[in-house]
Structures are given as C-alpha cells and as structure tokens.
C-alpha cells in the first residue's frame, strides 16, 4: 500500500486555483520529489499534506486513512512532520529547545534516543546546543529545521526548500544527510527549486507546473529526459 | 531543596512530584510573612501602600507576560480583567460581610493577616491568625479570579484566531465594554436598618455596584501578606510555565505561528489558554487591588490603565518574568519617588521611557530572565567555582 496518495487535489486561495487537481502517490521507504518553478504549487502540496491549508477539494489518503482538511497538530500525530519553507526555526529560543519542540506531540520515552540521533546526523547542532537558534548560520538553520521535523519521529518527512539560500557545499551536505535519514528508514517527500540535487537523490519524481502535474517518472529517467534537461536543469 | 536528580521530563520518582509542585508554594508563603511581619512594620502607610501597588502591579505584569510575552499576542485589555475581578471580590466582600456578620455596619473582620501596617498586637483582644472575615475575602478573591478566567475564554475562544493589530482593538474594545458595563450598575445599597439588610435577597445586590458613583466602603483585607502572596505565587507559576512544554509551545507561537502549527502545537488552543490563565491572575490582582483601596471605580480602569501593564512588559522585555517583575516594581516606586519633582515627573518618567527604548529596544533582558543573561551567567559560574574551591 502506498503510503501516502493524493488525487485530483485542488487549493485556492481566495480566487487563485493554486492546485488544479493534481494526483500523486508516494512508497513507502521512498524519496519523492516534487519539482518544477517559482509559484508552480510545490509547497502548496506539502501545506495541503500537512494542514496548514485547506483542500477545495480532492483527497489526501495516509497509509489508507484521509488526511485532507484535518488540523494540523492533529496531522503531525499521525506521523507526518515538516520542515517548513524559509525553515521556520524559533530564533530566540536554543537549539535544544527547538528540538524539544520538534518532539512537541510525543509523550513516549524515546524523545531522548531520537535527539542523540538526530544529532548523530548534525553534529553542528550539538556544538551550538544551548544557543540561541538565530545565531545560527543559514546551512545549520535548515540543519536544525530538518532535525527538529525528525523529532516528531515521522513515517513521511516534508522538506520544504531544504537548500533555499544556501552554499553548494552546504547544499551537497545537506543532501547527504537527507539520503541518509531515508536510508534509515524515513520515507521523505520532497520539494525542490534545484532539480538537479532533488532527481538524484530521488527514486520518484514529480513536475509541477501551474498548479498540474505535467511529468512523473522515476528520477533517474526524468533527468535523463529532454524535456526536464531543457526547463530544469538547464542543459541542452 | 531536594537532593533527588533533576529528571528532565518531570517524569522523576512518585515521591518527587508533589514535593517539587510544592515548593514554590512554600518559598511563596515565606515571602509574604517576610513582606507581613518584618518588612511591613518598619516602614510607615505610605511606603506600604507603595509595596502594595508594587506587588499587585508585579502580578498583573507577569499574567500580560503570558499573553503578549509568551504566545505574542497583543492584547490591551487587561485592565478590564482586573476590573472584573475587583468588582466581583469586592462586590462579594461587601454584601457578604453584611449578611455574615448580621450587622448594616460593614466592618473589616479579618485575622492577623489582614490586619494593616498599624495594627499592633492587643493582649485582651488577641488576633487569630486567619478569621471568618478571611475565609470570606480568599473565596470572593477566589470568585473574582474565576469570573476574570470565564470572561477571558469568553473574549478569546473567538478572537484569539486574530492576529496582531485586530486582537489588540478586540481586547480594546472588551477593555471599554467593562468599564461602561459596570458604570452601568444599579446604586450601592447602603444599609441603615439591620431588618433591610436581612430582607434583601442577595440576588438583588448582585447588580448593584455603585454605577458611575462607584463601589466603596469595602473592608480593607488586602495586606502585604496577601499581595505577596498572589505575586510569588503568579511568578512562580509563570516561571514554571516558561519551562515547561506547554509554555515552550506558547512561546513558538510568538516565534513563528505557522511553524509551531508544524510542530504540531494546536495554536488556538493554546492562545486561549495564555489568556485564560492570564485572565485568572489579573482578576486575583484587580480584587486584591479593591480590597486595598476599599473601592472601585470603572473609569479608572481603562485602556490607559491597560497601557501602563504594556509598559512594563515592554520595558521589562516581552517574555522575561524577572523583567516584568523589575519593571513592574520600578515603574510604580519611580513615579513616587519623583514626587518632589512635581510637575516635572510625569515628563521625567516619559523620557527614561524612551532612553531605555533607544538603548536596549527588546526590553531589559529581553525575552530571557535575568540570570540567563551572558554576563550573569558568567558571574554565576565564576561564584560557583569560587565557592566550590573554597
């Protein structure tokens, strides 16, 4: 059973049709990506997922169960956590309250286990572990933002932008470590400017443009599509 | 105080969580009966009126904290909290009295720790420590308090989904709604006959408040001790909550909203929380507050009055507790102490206002206390080695 299904979604806001019904599926134990341009309706996808935004219509199906519409705290339970776009840290609080927060709604014992890992994963965050999460450069910001989503110990990991901003050499770490927390066993959705870095960490992938999905394949064939090198990659 | 490992979910041994839910209850009681009985008696009425203020204004700074401080919303109606719990306590206090003690003459019946400043131990006619007149006062504080509470979630559950300029006119206009509600209000039935006062149901008092003359001759309860004791007791809580995840989840809504809903932190619930329970404690202030100065009167109750709290906070630093409880107790002893310069004061106070703003814009300590701050901590450390080598 795929873990999580979206069909013929759509999102408005106010008179702006954001989404025009797109459908999309993800395995579990995948990485999925969504690419595509400014304003195509990529993070739209994930606020829908995650409750920030409500559908106009469609459905949002996790592991069977439908999501759409339901409160966001509520999603989060569930197993799906986020780190949003523009990563959205607490800036005056510290790193280790950033995290505690990320484990907001879990009341179970392994909060502290899943910290250490998670700082296993960004040994950065453990040196800067009682500052205060502003002081922090752009790349540990969205270190930090990606850590605080797995404190919520998610069976699907929105990443929004993960490398909005930021040096390629950051980017290229930040990559590593996202193809290492799904081959611990995060399945992850993930929404991506840089098509490039987003198909070859992806097993899936997905283009949006305007509010459609206009192309879905595997990644590995996506990049080698011309279409996808010629709009997204910029080669060809 | 315990020797037991600090655990760090509060999920500590059986035995260490009532001890650890008490404690700050005892240090809150110690503080009153230092305030009572060593700090009160060696100093004259006014300086204790002063420490009055000080201490209802400490309360009342701290509640606003939880709201504009922790969950960052803007709310100017805090006065009008206040204003409910002071008529509903003192309202209470004085018709009770009445029909308790089956006299026309409303008279203080309190115990020691009620008894004012002047008050001086007679041999004949000795004190009890708590009286029936107190037992009367702490359940329409009580009243007072829940009352403030209800009316908090009734104004929040709604308009707690505002944000920012629109929450601050919501509050706004509650704040106004209150005062002009209780101008309202029937006369004050004073009593002449014995006969009167037992034949009045107290259903029909419930409505008479003084209207735009005011409610007063209210029997004076509030002492150093009761002041003091709801200003540590507030402080504590307020402390406890900052460092507790239900507090952590009212300050990531200030910090940024949509990621706290991403965390999974269901932001309006917690909103009226912040409010219900700042509510709560500006209630106790506000009855606490009538029972010192023996009436109310709703036009002192304001919007302005609501700004002088939002000064402190600011000036303290929105979020920090240490901050509000500093600011709070320089902000009402400063104008006092001005006095001499007489029509300068006012002015005086305006423009260290706006120095401090200039030079220190997130407020004292900002949104962290004051021993969290760098230079105390390294103070702290260096103490503690010292002490340790020693």
């Known amino acids: 059973m795929s873990l999580l299904v979206i069909d013929n979604l759509q999102v408005n806001y106010g008179a702006i049709k954001a989404l025009r019904g797109i459908s999309l599926k993800v395995e579990p134990g995948q990485i999925v990506t969504l690419i595509g341009s400014n304003g195509a309706g990529k993070s739209t996808t994930l606020r829908a997922i995650s409750g920030l935004v409500k559908p106009a219509s469609g459905s949002i199906l996790f592991e069977g169960k439908p999501i759409g519409g339901a409160a966001p705290h509520k999603i989060v339970r569930l197993g799906i956590s986020q780190a949003p776009e523009g990563r959205g840290i607490f800036a005056n609080l510290t790193v280790a309250e950033n995290l505690a927060l990320g484990a907001f709604q879990r009341r179970d014992a392994g909060v502290e286990a899943d910290r250490e890992k998670a700082l296993g994963l960004f040994p950065r965050l453990r040196e800067r572990f009682q500052q205060n999460a502003g002081t922090l450069s752009g790349g540990e910001q969205q270190m930090l933002a990606i850590a605080r989503a797995l404190m919520a110990r998610p069976r699907l990991l929105l990443l929004d932008e993960p490398s909005l901003g930021l040096a390629p050499q950051v980017t290229q770490t930040i990559f590593r470590i996202i193809r290492d927390i799904n081959a611990s066993g995060t399945t992850i959705l993930l929404v991506e400017q840089n098509a490039n870095m987003a198909l070859d960490v992806a097993h899936h992938a997905y283009v949006l443009e305007v509010g459609e999905i206009v192309l879905s394949d595997a990644a590995a064939k996506l990049a080698q599509s011309d279409e996808v090198r010629k709009h997204y990659l910029g080669v060809g | ?390």
């Open chain 2, 1 to 390: 105080m315990s020797s037991q490992p600090v655990s760090v979910k509060g999920s500590g041994g059986a035995g260490g969580a009532p001890l650890r839910m008490l404690w700050p209850f005892a240090l809150a009681l110690a503080v009153a009966a230092f305030m009572h009985f060593v700090v009160g008696p060696n100093f004259n009425g006014t300086v204790v009126q002063v420490l009055l203020f000080a201490g209802i204004n400490i309360t009342l700074a701290v509640s606003l904290t939880m709201v504009n401080g922790f969950t960052g919303q803007f709310s100017i109606g805090h006065a009008g909290f206040m204003a409910v719990g002071g008529y509903v306590a003192g309202g209470l206090v004085y018709y009770l009295s009445a029909r308790f003690f089956d006299s026309p003459q409303i008279a203080f019946h309190g115990g020691i720790l009620s008894a004012g400043a002047d008050y001086r131990p007679d041999p004949d006619h000795p004190l009890p420590l708590l009286s029936r007149g107190d037992l009367i006062m702490i359940g329409s504080c009580l009243a007072g308090g829940l009352v403030a509470a209800g009316a908090g979630y009734v104004v929040g559950l709604p308009t707690l989904r505002l944000r920012g300029d629109y929450l601050a006119i919501v509050t706004l206009g509650f704040g106004e709604i209150v005062r002009v509600i209780f101008q309202g209000t029937g006369p004050q039935v004073l009593f002449t006959k014995a006969q009167e006062m037992r034949d009045t149901p107290l259903h029909q008092l419930a409505w008479k408040l003084g209207g735009a003359q005011g409610f007063n001759f209210i029997p004076i309860y509030a002492t150093l001790f009761w002041v003091f004791l709801l200003a540590s007791i507030t402080v504590a809580a307020a402390l406890r909550l900052k460092y507790s995840s239900p507090g952590r989840a009212m300050i990531s809504i200030r910090e940024d909203e949509v990621a706290a809903q991403a965390m999974g932190v269901n932001v309006t619930r917690y909103k009226v929380r912040a409010f219900v329970l700042a509510s709560f404690f500006a209630g106790l202030a506000g009855a606490l507050a009538a029972l010192s100065i023996g009436q109310m009167n709703a036009s002192a109750y304001g919007f302005i009055k609501s700004f002088d709290f939002i000064i402190m906070i600011v000036l303290g630093g929105m979020g920090s507790i240490s901050g509000a409880v500093l600011a709070a107790t320089v902000l009402t002893i400063l104008p006092e102490a001005l006095r001499q310069f007489d029509s300068y004061r006012m002015i005086a106070y305006a423009l260290l206002l706006i120095i401090i703003m200039i030079l220190r814009p997130q407020g004292l300590f900002g949104i962290r206390e004051v021993w969290e701050l760098g230079p105390v901590r390294r103070l702290l450390a260096r103490a503690g080695r010292g002490g340790s080598a020693a």
